[in-house]
């Protein structure tokens, strides 16, 4: 742990009615966050090192390092031996062994990255449901560094055991930068971020903010948002009259929708995953 709250990692944000208090477990450039309740360990994607398995006390019992230039974004998981990550410089994802990140097979986008030597989807998180991958994205046609943002949610139709391109459904469309889709008793939910929104099956907005929404949690009882300060909404044109650029956490109450929200620290910018952790 370290008194260093500033920058990317992993943290640790404790919230007792009036009272909050922060610790830095990690320091790094994270995105992915998941808890494997099968086997009582964090999955964190790290942007240099791979993909860290902790314990519940955070300690790093090991690292599943993932071939440079990936840039490991979402992480889920997806059996008893294998994660799914999201690969945002790839424009895929890879399957990889629990145990020690093998590659068992890498599910690509599109060709286009061959086409124009650099990522062009910018594939952020994934989930995994029923052995199925799902995976939100920028572009689903592969155009946001020219401008489109025609965002969306995609699903793997293949053989995950074998390394395949292009074959996809879109489940989603006409989202603007979205992030963290996941799936809970057959019901989706997402970040619409760059609207500022979370919206549920069949298309209903459950929580609007006029923030950066990025970072989502779903218990039983709340809805657990992160805020962050964005890069782009200066030279982005989105659905908001004023753009909120704090960075925070909103705790949402789902049978009332009241909320309130914890502000952190101004040198920590971003929020990309939220785990609930039992005590």
Known sequence: FTNDLSGGGLYELKINKKSTSIRKIHSGNCHGLVFDENDGVYYLADNDLGVLVLDKQYEVQRV???QEGLRPHGVSVLSDDYLAVGCSYDDSVYIISKTNGQVKSRLGLSNQIKRNKSPQHHLNDVWCDKGVIYASMFSITGNWKRGVFDGGVIMFNDS?????TGNHSVIIRDLQMPHNFQIHSDNYIFCNSLNGQVISSNGEVVYQSNGFVRGLCN??????????????????????LNACIDTRISIVDKESGAYRSVQIPGDVSEVHSIVQVSL
């Open 160 to 164: 995950l055991s074998s390394s395949n």
């Open 219 to 240: 218990t039983s009882e709340n809805l657990i948002i992160g805020e962050s300060r964005n890069r782009n909404f200066a030279n982005i044109s989105g659905s908001l």
């Open 64 to 66: 599943l390092k993932t």
